[in-house]
């Protein structure tokens, strides 16, 4: 059992460094030598506000934003929850709390990767068109599987002596 815990662990903490990757480094698009994240583009010099990012237009981008911030919010509050529940509470009972906020967390992840999908060409300039998903899209979309996972764990765990 302590292996099984060593590994949700080391699991949950690499699920958790990912978001914060997807989330802060600013290379969610790439073209040329310009980067798109969820809050500013940037070319070799310098980071500027995407355009009209704070308008009802942009609700999209400000949604995506929203979901990833709630989903590194919410890996970090599971993990706290976990490491509480471990020691607080009787088997039978355990990481049901802990396994129902980090499907939440990969529900807002796959929430956030998704809207982006759909909607990333629609908050661009024209010199952004044409280019490719960076690396931290890709990131975002392998920490969902790795949430999902992850919380289906705690659930299978609750029952573990």
């Given at each position: ?109 796959m929430t ?23 690396y931290s ?25």
């Amino acid at each position: 059992m302590l292996i099984i815990l060593t590994f949700i662990i080391l699991f949950h903490i690499i699920s958790a460094i990912l978001l914060f990757i997807a989330t802060i480094k600013n290379v969610w698009w790439v073209s040329g030598d310009y980067t798109l994240d969820l809050w500013y583009h940037c070319n070799s010099t310098d980071c500027y506000d995407i355009p009209n990012s704070a308008t009802s237009d942009a609700a999209y981008l400000q949604t995506v934003q929203a979901t990833m911030i709630l989903a590194t919010i919410l890996c970090c509050v599971s993990f706290f929850v976990f490491i509480l529940q471990l020691f607080r509470l009787k088997q039978g009972e355990r990481f049901v709390f802990t396994a129902i906020i980090q499907l939440l967390s990969a529900f807002c992840v796959m929430t956030g990767a998704s809207i982006y999908t759909a909607e990333h060409l629609n908050f661009k300039d024209n010199h952004f068109k044409n280019g490719e998903y960076g690396y931290s899209f890709v990131v975002a979309w392998v920490a969902f599987p790795m949430m999902l996972l992850s919380g289906l764990v705690y659930l299978v765990l609750r029952k573990r002596k």
